[in-house]
Each structure stands twice: as structure tokens, then as C-alpha cells.
């Protein structure tokens, strides 16, 4: 069974954070890890104004090879960050153990949210941490099976679930809808393209939950 872990750390206390922390003023998400070779490589989601100074920030920082661009929407760029030499720490922790990133996000803090396809992968992670003497705090563990005061969790952010839960309440998903997007941009104060980026992907990861999941437990 799938296991959710839950922690924050300090950007300074692991080498991702304490390189893009460097220019403090872009809101910053772990889109996904890809190990490569003997590398592994973090993409990152940027939002902010100031993509020319945190770019050239990033690139000139001793530990980074290649900082690259590889698509930009709006306010927010896709980045893809190559290492001289792959660090020892939290994200060959997250690596190594296989676990999926969840929500990975933040600046001087960071929130991660990770899914580990069992209690020894978690344990593996877990001794990563202890014999590397990575400062984490642990928020809370717990299983997909597990429900909360306000249902499922379905592996959403808080902002995922905000935006799901306005959208259904206002018919953005009847038919015919009865709001639109630019409704919701005003209420929840943010972009439309990151209101419809938390909708996609809330969407996506609540069928991938009830319908892979279901299909393999059936299998």
C-alpha cells in the first residue's frame, strides 16, 4: 500500500533550494525528478516577474552547469537544472527511495508532499535522511486509504482542492457552465493560467486515484 509522507525544510539544508533561494522573489515549484544516468535532474516550475535576473542568478552558482528554459507560460517558465556534480542530499533521497513528487514548493521554506509505493520505500527514505543528517520536519505520514473531516485527500495541495471546490460550487463544470474562468481568476485572486493549472491538475490526479487505482486493485 502507498504511503504519504509530509515534511518542510529549510532551502539552505539541501542543495536545490539553497541555489534557486539565491534570488528570493519567484514563487517556486518542484515540478518532477528525473534521474539520468548517473545524474539527477530537477524541473522546476518559476512564477515571478524578474525570469532574466533568476536565470542568470541560477546559472552563475558554482554547483549548476546548465540552467535551461524549456517552456514559459505567462508569468511562469519550466526549468530543467543540470549539476557539475550530483549532490548528496534530499532530492537523491526522494531518487533513490522512487518516490513520486506530490507538491514540492517554496523559498526560504520548502513543502514537500511525496508518495513512496510502500512502508520500505519510505524506510529507505527514511535512512537516507538519518545517515545524511538531512534536517527535516516531518508533518505527518498516512495511506490513500486514509480520510480526513472533509473526505478523500486525493494527494491535492490546498490550493488544488480550493480551486476544485469553488469551480464545482459555481458550475464551471455543468453543463451548460455557468461560470468561466476569468469568474474564478477573480475570486481566487491569482492568474488564470494558475487557476486552470491547479484544475488540470487537481482533476488529473483524482482520476488517477480513483480509476488506476481501482482498475489495479481489480487486476
Known amino acids: 500500500m502507498s504511503v504519504i509522507l509530509e515534511f518542510t525544510i529549510n532551502s539552505k539544508d539541501f542543495q536545490l533550494g539553497e541555489v534557486l533561494s539565491a534570488q528570493n522573489t519567484m514563487h517556486l515549484e518542484l515540478e518532477r525528478i528525473v534521474p539520468t544516468g ?3 535532474m530537477p524541473f522546476v516550475w518559476a512564477t515571478g516577474k524578474s525570469h532574466d535576473v533568476f536565470g542568470e542568478t541560477v546559472q552563475a552558482h558554482s554547483a549548476v ?8 507560460v505567462g508569468d511562469s517558465a519550466l526549468y530543467r537544472i543540470a549539476w557539475k556534480d550530483d549532490p548528496t542530499d534530499l532530492i537523491e533521497a526522494i531518487a533513490a527511495s522512487d518516490a513520486v513528487v506530490l507538491e514540492a514548493r517554496g523559498r526560504k521554506e520548502w513543502t514537500f508532499r511525496l508518495r513512496f509505493l510502500d512502508h520500505d520505500k519510505l524506510s529507505s527514505f527514511h535512512n537516507f535522511i538519518i545517515e545524511h543528517d538531512l534536517p527535516i520536519h516531518i508533518d505527518k505520514t498516512y495511506t490513500l486509504t486514509e480520510t480526513t473531516e472533509r473526505g478523500h485527500r486525493f494527494d491535492l495541495s490546498q ?10 460550487r459555481r458550475g464551471y463544470f455543468a453543463t451548460p457552465r ?3 474562468l476569468e469568474d474564478l481568476t477573480e475570486e481566487l485572486d491569482i492568474s488564470e493560467q494558475a487557476v486552470s493549472n491547479r484544475i488540470r491538475r487537481g482533476n488529473e490526479k483524482i482520476l488517477e486515484q480513483v480509476l488506476l487505482t481501482s482498475a489495479h486493485d481489480l487486476g
Open 159 to 168: 490550493e488544488q482542492r480550493e480551486a476544485l471546490v469553488l469551480a464545482t
Open 65 to 72: 552547469k546548465e540552467f535551461l528554459a524549456l517552456d514559459k
Open 178 to 180: 455557468e461560470t468561466s
Open 38 to 40: 548517473d545524474m539527477t
